[in-house]
Structure formats: C-alpha cells, structure tokens
C-alpha cells in the first residue's frame, strides 16, 4: 500500500512524522507493509521550486494508493503574488485528483466534555457527527457569476448548479459511510425554495433505493443548523451541497471545542484520497514540539477505514487514542486542570504504548 506524504509547513512536518509512527506501529502489529514517499506542497513547495504544487508532487500523488497531508500556509508567504499562495497548492491537488467529496467527523470524546461548548444535558446525549460535503460543485464553482456595475450601481451573482451525476456520487458516498457507521443519513438542502435543491432531494430519494439497510431523512439547511446546535445526537452522516457543507461541518467542529482533535477526507471516485487534520499550519508553535499530533493521528486512521478497509486497524487506532485521553495525557490546546502536559513527540509515544 502506497502512500503520498505532504509534510507541507508549520507544524506540519512535526505531526505528520508522528502520524507516521503510530502507522508503522500499527502496520506491524496487524502485520501490513505501508510504502511512503514523500513530496512538496504549499509555502514550503514555493522556497524549493517557486510553486505551491510541483507537478512531481502530483504525479508522486497519483501514483499513490492515499495522500496523507500535514497543513499549508503561514505568514511568511502572505504577501507573495495571490496566485502562488501556499493554499493555491491544497485546492490545485484537490482538483488534480479529482476529490469531489470531503468527509469531517465531528465526534466529541468524553475525556473532552468540559471543552464542548453545548449544556451538559446536551453534552451527555454524545456528539458523532461526520459532515459529507459535495467539494466540486454548487455555487462556488456555478457558471454564470458576476461582480460589477448594473443600472449605475454595483451588482453581482453566482450560480448553485449542480447535475445528476454531481449528486448521485455525492449521496452513494454518505450512503456508503453511514453503512459503516450506525447506518443513518440526513440529507440537508433548502427544497422549500430553491429549484436546485429539489433536484437534490429527488436525486438523494431514487440512490436512495439502493441502500435499503440505512435511514434517510431530509432537513432544511436552516433547520438542521439549528438542530446541529440543540442535539447533535441525532445526527450521524449528515450530506450536503458545497455551501451549506462549508457552514454545517465548520459548525460541527467548533461546538466539540477541540478543533485540533478533528481528522478529514477528501474523497473521488477512486484512490487516492487526501487525509488531513482541519486546523491550520500554526506557525507561532512549529518546530517546538508543541503541536496536538492527535488529529492527523485519526486522519492516518481514517485513511486506514476509508482507502484501505482496514476497519479493525483503524479501531486499533482510534481506541489507542481514547485511551490516551482516558489517562490525562494533553497537549496546549486541549490543556485541562490536573492533566499531563506533553508535547507532541510524547502524546504520539503515549499512543503507541496505548496500542
């Protein structure tokens, strides 16, 4: 099994390295054999070859079964030519793999409770949300668009599109997890007005038909913001377009209070997919040994579930991880009254002494 590393910058390369420790732990105790080579992305892409993705990045991706990313950007780069940003890599390789979907658990773990921003009736139902957003579409990508001047006055418009076949692999996706999870979907649209969302709903219903064995119910996007807030429990895969899946999985990941213990998925029609934690490059902590290693620990682990169907290596995984938690073991930004302050190294080698 071959896999693409993308240290990219910051914290990035500290995280990733620590990834990639559990991963061989693992790989051993299950007795898997994982093939890594490595490739630039973002500003650190930019110093070595004056562009934020290489085409031997892309084609070492390619030619991979699974890309483990670490995280882009940094002020260093903020005022080079917008063209060559760090973050004009991520979406580049996005596009150049043909990652149509994105996947964002949002689970709460217990040991974390206190940091959830929820009341703690809410909190004690349990937070296990993951977040299917279509990547490629709606209205971020919609043609026509305009930005300027209309009857003397400035105007402007997009276009949410999206086709058949855009929303029937973005629903067979959701489908596809929720089978691996507890088996239910939640599609969320605004069908009560848009003409686009009531093509979703139709499309989502008929797929719909080929998953007898799990649940589908609709929501208004408005609607299921607010239930998101007043009992996530009720949740488990929640699909959407690209613009009510960029609000609801942000939603989801900031009331669990700890960002930096979220993985994510960027999925196509084939491998390889992109794995990645969601918070940022950190470059304030880079190099210090700092970071919260956890979050691309679980990407490696949604990457084993996902690209691999290695359900029980990722379990394996994911239960060293909670356990971790479970002995107080934190890191700056998960720090806890009467917990163990570690840095990254040291959380990464508590959760390979957990496996």
């Known amino acids: 099994m071959k896999i693409c590393v993308l240290p990219g910058d910051g914290i990035g390369p500290e995280i990733v390295a620590q990834g990639l420790r559990v991963l061989d732990a693992v790989g051993e105790k299950f007795g898997r054999t994982f093939e890594t080579t490595e490739a630039l ?184 913001a607010m239930q998101l807030v007043r009992d996530p429990s009720q949740f488990d895969v929640i699909v959407t377009g690209n613009l009510f899946g960029d609000i609801l999985s942000d939603e989801a990941a900031a009331i669990t209070g700890s960002i930096g213990m979220l993985p994510s998925a960027s999925l196509g029609a084939e491998n390889p997919g992109l794995y990645e934690p969601i918070h940022g490059s950190a470059p304030d902590i880079a190099g210090q040994d700092k970071a919260n290693p956890l979050a691309t620990i679980l990407s490696v682990s949604m990457m084993l579930r996902h690209a691999f169907d290695m359900a029980e290596e990722a379990d394996c995984m994911e239960q060293a991880v909670e356990k971790t938690l479970e002995q107080g073991y934190r890191t700056g930004d998960i720090w806890q009254e009467g917990g163990k302050s570690v840095g990254c190294t040291a959380m990464a080698d508590a959760v390979l002494a957990n496996l």
């Open 41 to 224: 992305i973002g500003g650190a892409a930019i110093d070595a070859a004056g562009e934020p993705l290489p085409a031997e990045t892309v084609a070492k991706c390619k030619d991979a079964d699974a890309v483990l990313l670490g995280a882009v950007g940094g002020p260093k780069w903020d005022t080079i030519d917008p063209a060559i940003r760090p973050e004009k890599g991520l979406l580049g390789i996005r596009k150049a793999l043909g990652l149509f979907a994105n996947l964002r658990p949002a689970k709460l773990f217990p040991q974390l409770a206190d940091a959830c921003y929820l009341r703690p009736d809410i909190v004690a139902r349990g937070l296990d949300v993951m977040v299917v957003r279509e990547l490629t579409g709606g209205i971020y990508f919609g043609e026509p668009r305009f930005d300027g001047e209309k009857d003397g006055e400035r105007f402007g418009y997009n276009t949410m599109t999206y086709y058949e076949h855009e929303i029937r692999r973005i629903a067979k996706l959701a489908f596809e997890a929720a089978r691996k999870r507890s088996g239910r979907v939640c599609s969320v649209d605004k069908a009560n007005v848009l003409d686009v969302s009531r093509v979703w709903r139709e499309i989502v219903i008929d797929e719909h038909k080929n998953y007898a064995d799990v649940e589908l119910e609709h929501l208004y996007v408005d609607n299921a």
